[in-house]
């Protein structure tokens, strides 16, 4: 065995409900997949092509706190559900889809949308704005066993108690086996893979301090605090 010459990076894990850990081995997330958020987006909502991003797996953070990132006034929460991978592969089949999702969970793409706008003006990649340290607060996942497979049921975030973002899981463009049947299209998915399937309308920002509750009907509740 080739002995590393620095110490190994741990590797991110998701917890699981009943026990164990899901290891991570890449984040897609796709973009303006609820119609009424490509329009607060200022775009038009028709079925256009899907379009990824990626954050890193190590920005996944189970840890129920978000520190408030550097280099930004307007940090924006954008709540998802999320989508674990048991395998993978390539051109999957719509119909094989959903085979190799091993299971489902809550999570927030926390965005520098200043930053992330910066980056759209001068029409450069977005990392900046999105794949930056614990952006990504995550609950343990449900697995498929216990759950199904969510295509439909109420998808809300509150701050603070209020609640800013409303819809259901049926208001998705792109399904979940669509996703994942596009995505293996342009890469080798695997497992470990995790999908970040798009939120609903009413993204806007947190400040330190605010408690955000995101819930997911069937998959339960995220409660994240600003620090």
Known sequence: MTQTVIPEPIRPTIPVKGGGVFPVRRVYCIGRN?????????????????????????NLDPSGTFPYPPMS??????????????SGGRDIAQGDALNHVYGYGIGLDMTRRDLQGQMKKAGRPWEIGKAFERSAPVGALSPVAAVGHPDHGRIALSVNG????????????????EMIA?????????????????????????????????TIQGLGELKVVVV
């Open 34 to 58: 609820y119609a009424a958020h490509a329009i607060e987006m200022g775009h038009d909502p028709d079925r256009e092509a899907p379009f990824f991003f990626q954050k890193n797996a190590e």
């Open 73 to 86: 006034a307007d940090v924006h929460h954008e709540m998802e559900m999320v989508v674990a991978l048991k």
């Open 162 to 177: 209020e609640v800013r973002q409303d819809a259901d899981l049926n208001q998705m463009i792109w399904k979940v086996p």
């Open 182 to 214: 596009y995505l293996s299209q342009y890469y080798d998915i695997a497992a470990g893979d995790v999908i970040m399937s798009g939120t609903p309308a009413g993204v806007g920002p947190v400040v330190r301090g605010d408690v955000m509750v995101g």
